[in-house]
C-alpha cells in the first residue's frame, strides 16, 4: 500500500453548530475523520495523520476575502514556520497535533476543537502544506484531506493558484463538501482540486445535506480506500455493492484492508471467468447454429434436380446409400444371432460336463 502522511482539516466555523447534517455538522465530521484516520493508518504500518482546524477568530469574512490575493503567495515558502505567525488570511488556523501513528491522540484532540469564528481555507491550506513539509519520514507521499461545510470566501482565482503551488510541491488535496452550501462551493473547490490534480491523485466528493452520513458516503470512496482499492471497486460495478455485502456477512473492510483488497480482486478474477464464458458459450452457440442444415433448404433439394446429376434426382442418389446402410444393420445383425447361439451352445456343453463329473449322492443318483 502506498506510504503517505495524511494532515486532515477540521471546519470548526460556527456553521457547524446546524443540525441539517446528522446530528449536527461538527458531529458528522468527527465520525468521518475518525473513520478516515483509522483506514490511513491501517493501510501501511508507517502512514502518519495529522488534525488541522480551519476557522480563524477576530476577522470578518470580508477581511479574509480582501486578503486571499496575498495567501497564496506564502504557500510553500522555505523559510516560513508554523509558530502561530500570520501568512495572508491564515493566522489562526491551528494544528493541533502533528503526524502522528497513534489514533488515539488524533480522536482527544478532535473532541477538544471548538465550534468558532470563520472558515479560512486558503489559511489552512497553507498551514498544513508547511506541516506536511516538516514530517520526519520524507518518503512519504503528501495528502491534505479538507471538510468544508460553510461558505467559502476566497475567490476561485485564489484557490487555483494555491492548489498550483501545491501541485508544484507534489502534495495532493481531497475536498469533502457537506451541508446546504455544499452546492455553492462546489464550483470554487472543484476548481482548486483540478488545479492540484496529478495523475488523478485528488478527489472532490460532495454530500448534499439529507442524502446520507457523511462517513457512510466516505467508505467506497478513493478518500479512504486510496486509489489502488478504489479502482477494484469495479468488480462490484464501481456502486460500493461489494463492499456492502462484506459488511452484510460481519466484515469490516476499515479492519483489514489488505483482506479486502484480496477479496475485491478475487470477485474481480470470477467475474471476468464467468464473462468469458459467457462469450465463449455464445459463440459457440453461433457456429452451431450457422453450421446446422437449413429444414427449407433441405426440402428443396429433396425436389429439385442436382445440376451436377444431369437429370439424375436427389432421392434417386441417396438410394445406393440408403440401401447399403440396411445390408449392413442386416449383416451386423445375421452376426450378433450366430454369436448368442454360440455362446448358448458352449454354456450347454459345460453344463453337460458338470453334471458327468458330478459325485454320485448316498442313492446312488448323479444328483440331476
Not at 36 to 51: F, W
Not at 151 to 158: D, K, Q, T
Not at 179 to 202: H, P, T
Not at 342 to 368: C, F, L, N, V, W
Amino acid at each position: 500500500m502506498v506510504l503517505e502522511a495524511t494532515m486532515v482539516c477540521l471546519d470548526n466555523s460556527e456553521w457547524m453548530r446546524n443540525g441539517d447534517v446528522t446530528p449536527t455538522r461538527m458531529d458528522a465530521q468527527q465520525d468521518a475523520i475518525h473513520l478516515l484516520c483509522n483506514a490511513k493508518l491501517g493501510q501501511n504500518p508507517e502512514n502518519t495523520v495529522g488534525l488541522l482546524s480551519l476557522a480563524t477568530i477576530g476577522r470578518s469574512p470580508e477581511a479574509l476575502a480582501a486578503g486571499s490575493d496575498g495567501a497564496a503567495e506564502a504557500v510553500g515558502a522555505s523559510t516560513a514556520a508554523t509558530n502561530g505567525t500570520s501568512y495572508g488570511a491564515g493566522g489562526s488556523c491551528k494544528v493541533w497535533i502533528t503526524q502522528t501513528q497513534d489514533p488515539g491522540k488524533v480522536l482527544t484532540c478532535l473532541h477538544s476543537v471548538a465550534i468558532e469564528g470563520v472558515l479560512d481555507v486558503l489559511g489552512g491550506l497553507q498551514k498544513a502544506q508547511l506541516a506536511l513539509k516538516h514530517r520526519q519520514n520524507k518518503n512519504q507521499r503528501q495528502r491534505i484531506v479538507c471538510f468544508v461545510g460553510s461558505p467559502v470566501v476566497a475567490s476561485a482565482e485564489a484557490l487555483v493558484r494555491v492548489g498550483r503551488a501545491l501541485k508544484k510541491n507534489n502534495v495532493a488535496v481531497d475536498v469533502i463538501l457537506f451541508g446546504s452550501e455544499a452546492s455553492e462551493n462546489e464550483q470554487k473547490m472543484a476548481a482548486l482540486v483540478e488545479s492540484v490534480n496529478s495523475s488523478d491523485n485528488s478527489h472532490l466528493l460532495v454530500v448534499p445535506a439529507g442524502t446520507q452520513m457523511l462517513a457512510e458516503a466516505l467508505m467506497t470512496t478513493p478518500i479512504v480506500l486510496g486509489d489502488e482499492a478504489a479502482s477494484v471497486l469495479g468488480a462490484s460495478g464501481g456502486d460500493g455493492s461489494g463492499l456492502a455485502s462484506m459488511r452484510e456477512l460481519g466484515f469490516d473492510p476499515n479492519m483489514d484492508p489488505e483482506l479486502a483488497m484480496a477479496l475485491r480482486l478475487s470477485l474481480e478474477e470470477e467475474q471476468a471467468r464467468q464473462a468469458a464464458a459467457a462469450a465463449a458459450a455464445a459463440a459457440s452457440g453461433g457456429s452451431v447454429a450457422e453450421a446446422a442444415p437449413n429444414p427449407g433448404t433441405a426440402t428443396n433439394m429433396e425436389v429439385e434436380p442436382s445440376p451436377s446429376a444431369g437429370s439424375a434426382s436427389a432421392p434417386d442418389m441417396a438410394a445406393p446409400a440408403a440401401s447399403n446402410v440396411t445390408e449392413d444393420n442386416e449383416e451386423m445383425d445375421e452376426e450378433m444371432r450366430l454369436a448368442i447361439e454360440m455362446s448358448k451352445h458352449d454354456y450347454a456343453e459345460d453344463r453337460r460336463g458338470d453334471e458327468h463329473q458330478r459325485p454320485p449322492d448316498d442313492d446312488g443318483h448323479s444328483g440331476k
